[in-house]
């Protein structure tokens, strides 16, 4: 019980003890630590104040650098804008250059094609003059080797007749010269009955020249193609004017071009202004056959400036120089049919002439070897008088 009680006034003595040591003995230390906490709290503070700025200024940084960064951008962006606006105006320049540089060479074309078309325009000028100049020394030939006739002075039938079909070849007697056209015109006043004659005008056989007229005699690759074997002169027929809706004509022929018909003569006939015009014109043949043909083709048939067109045969002896020509006149409604026109003439070269049952008759033979053969004819009594006309032949085949 006393040891209990000992020990307990000890453990109350140590706990007064330690009491009074924290009591007395703390107070000191505590006002020693005040002045080196607030020592900390400023260096806190001023860490954290350091800090902030230094947030700050890497957030000022940072946004300066983004801000440099979009301007730079900005500029890049301006630049290549401008560079695409530079390139644009560079295609765009370049464009215009190329559309300049293709008006300029499509004006030089042009102007060079102009040139060109001036250029053969003044050709064929030059050939056109060349062409009337040598067909005016032609004819000035042809005249001083057989003066033209005097066309305004008419005459009889067979006056007229002896100025075509002119056997102008001095190598080879009663030959009409290969070149240039020959044959006859023949123009008859209707009112008078007077008749003139002369050589063909013209440098082409189907193409007729009247009083400075051009007419196309089947000239077209139209006709040339069709084997006509007569047909009216029409408009188209006078390609430079002159054509008078009052005259009237018939031309023939055109044949089969592989069998060479009709390829080498012209012949028919042209009513105006009170005249008839009766006309054959060709290529005379240089040489001839030696044998006997029957030949075929067509003629004009007529009076008093009235024709019709006729059927024609003839047959020719080249060995005993005799040509046998039959003329079929055209039927009549209501008429008996007319007689046939039966006349013919003696071969003097590439020439033929003669009278023969009252019906005077010339021509010619035209084309190699006398392929064709034309003429004119006059009947002067019985059945058919007063009747005249051209005519035409070719189609020949052999006589045995």
């Avoid at 804008?81 to 560079?90: D, M, P, S, T, Y």
């Avoid at 082409?204 to 006709?223: H, P, R, V, W, Y």
């Avoid at 809706?245 to 012949?267: C, H, I, L, M, P």
């Avoid at 056959?289 to 067109?309: E, L, Q």
Wanted: aromatic share 6%; glycine share 10%; with cysteine.
């Amino acid at each position: 019980m006393k040891k209990l009680s000992l020990q307990a006034v000890l453990a109350v003595t140590c706990a007064i003890v330690l009491n009074a040591c924290s009591s007395g003995g703390g107070s000191a230390p505590a006002s020693l630590s005040t002045p080196q906490n607030n020592q900390n709290q400023a260096q806190n503070q001023k860490e954290e104040k350091e800090e902030a700025e230094r947030k700050k200024t890497e957030e000022q940084a940072k946004a300066e650098a983004e801000r440099k960064k979009a301007e730079e951008l900005a500029k890049q962006e301006a630049e290549r804008k401008k560079a695409e606006e530079l390139a644009k105006q560079e295609a765009e320049r370049k464009k215009a250059e190329e559309l300049a540089k293709q008006e300029a060479e499509r004006k030089k074309a042009e102007e060079l094609a102009k040139q060109e078309a001036e250029r053969k325009k003044a050709e064929e000028l030059a050939k056109q003059e060349a062409d009337r100049k040598k067909a005016e020394e032609d004819a000035k030939n042809q005249a001083n080797n057989n003066p033209k006739p005097q066309p305004e002075k008419g005459g009889s039938f067979a006056e007229a007749l002896a100025k075509g079909f002119v056997a102008n070849d001095s190598k080879k007697a009663g030959f009409m010269k290969g070149k240039p056209v020959n044959g006859i015109m023949l123009s008859i006043d209707n009112a008078s009955g007077a008749v003139t004659g002369q050589l063909p005008q013209t440098e082409s056989f189907d193409e007729l020249m009247l009083n400075g007229t051009k007419i196309l005699l089947l000239a077209s690759s139209t006709d040339k193609l069709k084997e006509i074997a007569m047909r009216p002169l029409a408009e188209r027929d006078f390609p430079n004017g002159g054509y008078k809706s009052e005259g009237k004509g018939w031309v023939g022929s055109t044949g089969d071009a592989r069998q060479g018909y009709f390829e080498n003569v012209r012949y028919g006939v042209y009513t105006v202004d009170g005249k008839s015009h009766l006309f054959v014109q060709g290529n005379p043949s240089t040489w001839l056959s030696r044998a006997k043909y029957s030949y075929s083709g067509d003629a004009v048939y007529g009076k008093d400036g009235v024709y019709n067109r006729a059927k024609t045969s003839a047959i020719v002896d080249f060995a005993n120089k005799t040509v046998d020509v039959t003329i079929t006149p055209p039927r009549v409604s209501g008429r008996a049919d007319p007689s046939p026109l039966q006349f013919g003439g003696i071969i003097d070269g590439n020439t033929f002439s003669g009278t023969k049952n009252n019906i005077e008759t010339k021509g010619g033979f035209f084309g190699p070897g006398g392929v064709d053969l034309g003429g004119v004819y006059n009947v002067k009594e019985g059945e058919h008088k007063g009747y005249n006309g051209a005519y035409g032949a070719s189609n020949r085949q052999i006589v045995k």
